[in-house]
């Protein structure tokens, strides 16, 4: 069983940049698809992006795309979430998750961080 601990959360205005991180123990992290989501205040929690096992495949939302960036370093067990050109809207708790799915995308997903904080300041 993964477990899986996200970091680099915090505030940063509007245009900004930040980048998430996300360690994983307990498995062998190149078997795991990975995924990011995120859920706003009085929301529910919606998919923000994903990567393969191998890193070659991407998936995001479209509110994200060209914005956001996916990376995994599967000798670090990390994954990141590359986020640019931030607005109000992106501000949410962000989850990191993992599935070991034989095909990409699945948005199906077995593990969960606990989250990390982003507010965007407008």
């Known amino acids: 069983q993964v477990q899986l601990e996200e970091s680099g959360g915090g505030l940063v205005q509007a245009g900004g940049s930040l980048r998430l991180s996300c360690a994983a123990s307990g498995g062998t992290f190149r078997n795991y698809n990975m995924g990011w989501f995120r859920q706003a205040p009085g929301k529910e929690r919606e998919f923000v992006g994903a990567i393969s096992k191998s890193g070659v495949s991407t998936d995001y939302v479209d509110s994200v795309k060209g914005r956001f960036t996916i990376s995994r370093v599967n000798g670090k067990n990390t994954v990141y979430l590359e986020m640019n050109s931030l607005k109000a809207e992106d501000t949410a708790v962000y989850y990191c998750?993992?599935?070991?799915?034989?095909?990409?995308?699945?948005?199906?997903?077995?593990?969960w961080g606990q989250g990390t904080q982003v507010t965007v300041s407008s």
């Open positions: 998750a993992a599935n070991s799915a034989s095909w990409f995308p699945s948005r199906r997903y077995d593990y």
